[in-house]
T-cell receptor
Framework: NAGVTQTPKFQVLKTGQSMTLQCAQD?????MSWYRQDPGMGLRLIHY???????DQGEVPNGYNVSRSTTEDFPLRLLSAAPSQTSVYFC???????????FGDGTRLSIL | GENVEQHPSTLSVQEGDSAVIKCTYS??????FPWYKQELGKRPQLIID?????GEKKDQRIAVTLNKTAKHFSLHITETQPEDSAVYFC?????????FGDGTTLTVKP
């Protein structure tokens, strides 16, 4: 099993550009989440999903969109990149509400 | 929404000493409380977790306690070793939605 795979690992964008961060898991997990981690801070929930076709907002959803058309994939879209979105983005999945999350290696995103 | 506060933000101990990190949460509906360890530049990884129907759980040198009435839970690491140095995060979860604390940077001095 590859676990949770995030692509790309690094990305530099210009203000106003859009892009999609990819996340895929091969563990047949129902729950998937996107977090951002700013320097010296914890992980803040952007969006999450409890199954295919079901998504909901987290703490910091503005400027991001998600969709969950399959159990395996949960892409995160930046609509119009802003410097404030410079961060490390982690995708995570879990089998159930009372099971630990498995994190991907993260995407380091810089917006100039 | 849920709010998780974590203390202290930094903790320095001598090798062999114990370390304690505390978290409080606000939403009584939260029912799953994991602790993650994150080394520099790496992904967070689970070290221990506890469910709301359990008061204490231990795994070798690591233990977690939960007080549902007071809405707080704590991580205890005994006989600390230099490789325990990392950032530790607590989290409170409800129905698949997790809120994390801001982290504690633990430094174990040899």
């Amino acid at each position: 099993n590859a676990g949770v795979t995030q692509t790309p690992k690094f990305q530099v964008l210009k203000t106003g550009q859009s892009m999609t961060l990819q996340c895929a898991q091969d563990m047949n997990h129902e729950y998937m989440s996107w977090y951002r981690q700013d320097p010296g801070m914890g992980l803040r929930l952007i969006h999450y999903s409890v199954g295919a076709g079901i998504t909901d907002q987290g703490e910091v959803p503005n400027g991001y969109n998600v969709s969950r058309s399959t159990t395996e994939d949960f892409p995160l879209r930046l609509l119009s990149a802003a410097p404030s979105q410079t961060s490390v983005y982690f995708c995570a999945s879990t089998k159930s509400w009372d099971q630990p999350q498995h994190f991907g290696d993260g995407t380091r995103l810089s917006i100039l | 929404g849920e709010n998780v506060e974590q203390h202290p933000s930094t903790l320095s101990v001598q090798e062999g000493d114990s370390a304690v990190i505390k978290c409080t949460y606000s939403d009584s509906a939260s029912n799953y409380f994991p602790w993650y360890k994150q080394e520099l530049g790496k992904r967070p990884q689970l070290i221990i977790d506890i469910r709301s129907n359990v008061g204490e759980k231990k795994d070798q040198r690591i233990a977690v306690t939960l007080n549902k009435t007071a809405k707080h839970f704590s991580l205890h690491i005994t006989e600390t070793q230099p490789e325990d140095s990392a950032v530790y995060f607590c989290a409170a979860s409800n129905a698949g939605k997790s809120t994390f604390g801001d982290g504690t940077t633990l430094t174990v001095k040899p």
